[in-house]
Each structure stands twice: as structure tokens, then as C-alpha cells.
């Protein structure tokens, strides 16, 4: 079974531009989330879909984050424009639709490093 | 909300060395707990999960946790480190029938372990 996958796996942008990310879950999973991991920190949750609705997006920095999930399979995380803070490990994971409602083991892609300069 | 603490960013021990790592969490209802590895280079995967029943969890590659309740802890051990499990831990929460049911994270261990 392929696991998460996501690209870039690394990107490097200065400050004010703009950047985008992509996941693709294991086939069939319906929830799909985006957490941020910055150095020294734990992962925190961005934004989490069910099928291509938001579930929660409470912690996205809605002025300069967006993400999109338009087919229910695939998404795109979006930065524009990019701040120095905003340096961190962008993580994709996934669980299945029957586990939607009290998820227990995330599927985590490998992540997207950004640096912003 | 909840949150989770993880009582130390790094360690080092030797090989054969036994590990305590510590987590505890701020939510009093019910909760799931989980614990997740990150070796270097890989991606973040579960290492063991405590839903309900036996609070002393086995994961794999020898690893195990205790629930105790009392203490909202969720220590991860192992009596005998390897030089593979250098690796970062991350403790973990959620709390499904409270609406918290994303999971939140500590900030995670990094655990060096020399040969």
C-alpha cells in the first residue's frame, strides 16, 4: 500500500513570496489533515478535511494560509505571502473513512521543509 | 483545551541503557493516547495507542506505556535501548467524545542513543 506522499520535499523562498505544497493520501481515506511542525515543537494541526469539506481550520492563518481539497483525494497548502516564521516542516497525514470520527492512527507523509530567508 | 507536555526535549543513553520518557496531558475526560516515533530521515509513525482496558500498553520494537489516570500520564519505557531507537518521540492526545477528537501533540523527545 503507498503511503502519504507529498512534494516538495524541501523548498527554500524569501520572505513575501509565495509557496505551495502538495498531499496525496492513501487511496480511500477520507480525512485529510496539515500540520505544522516548527524546530524544537510538536506537530500542530493546520487544517484538517473531511472527503472536500473543512472540518476545522481554526488554527490556519487564514491572511496568508490557504488549503484546498477540491476532489476529496489530493490537497494543496498555499503561503502567500511567506513570513520568516513560517519556516517549518509541513506534514500530510491521513486516516481512514472508517476511523473519521475518533482517529486513532495517523498516516503521515515524510513532509515539506521550508526555509524562508 | 488539551495539552500535552513532554518533560524532556533530549536524551542520551547508552546502549542497554532503560528509558523513561515522560508525558503528561491537561484534559480530564476521557482521552486517547498515543505515542509516535520520527527516526531520522523517515516520517512520523505510531509506536503504541492506549483507547481503554489494560492501562500498560505494548507497542512495537519492545516499547511500552502506562496509563496511570491519577497522574493523566502516559510515560513511554523500554528496559533496554538499541542504538536504532535514536529517534525522536512525540506523546500525544485526543479526545473524541469532547470534540476534541484532532489530535494534539507534546513537543517531543529527542532520544540519542550511543553505542
Known amino acids: 500500500e503507498a503511503g502519504v506522499a507529498q512534494s516538495p520535499r524541501y523548498k527554500i523562498i524569501e520572505k513575501r513570496q509565495s509557496v505551495a505544497f502538495w498531499c496525496n493520501p492513501i487511496s480511500g481515506h477520507a480525512t485529510l489533515y496539515w500540520y505544522q511542525q516548527i524546530l524544537g515543537q510538536g506537530p500542530k494541526l493546520l487544517i484538517q478535511f473531511q472527503n472536500n469539506g473543512v472540518v476545522d481550520d481554526s488554527q490556519l492563518p487564514k491572511d496568508r494560509f490557504s488549503a484546498e481539497r477540491l476532489k476529496g483525494v489530493d490537497s494543496t497548502l498555499k503561503i502567500q505571502p511567506a513570513k520568516l516564521e513560517d519556516s517549518a516542516v509541513y506534514l500530510c497525514a491521513s486516516i481512514p473513512r472508517w476511523a473519521s470520527g475518533s482517529p486513532g492512527e495517523l498516516f503521515f507523509g515524510e513532509g515539506s521543509r521550508l526555509t524562508v530567508l | 483545551a488539551q495539552s500535552v507536555s513532554q518533560h524532556n526535549h533530549h536524551v542520551i543513553l547508552s546502549e542497554a541503557a532503560s528509558l523513561e520518557l515522560g508525558c503528561n496531558y491537561s484534559y480530564g475526560g476521557t482521552v486517547n493516547l498515543f505515542w509516535y516515533v520520527q527516526y531520522p530521515g523517515q516520517h512520523l509513525q505510531l509506536l503504541l495507542k492506549y483507547f481503554s482496558g489494560d492501562p500498560l500498553v505494548k507497542g512495537i520494537k519492545g516499547f511500552e506505556a502506562e496509563f496511570i489516570k491519577s497522574k493523566f500520564s502516559f510515560n513511554l519505557r523500554k528496559p533496554s535501548v538499541q542504538w536504532s531507537d535514536t529517534a525522536e518521540y512525540f506523546c500525544?492526545?485526543?479526545?473524541?467524545?469532547?470534540?476534541?477528537?484532532?489530535?494534539?501533540f507534546g513537543k517531543g523527545t529527542m532520544l540519542l542513543v550511543s553505542p
Open positions: 500525544a492526545v485526543n479526545a473524541p467524545n469532547s470534540g476534541y477528537s484532532t489530535l494534539t
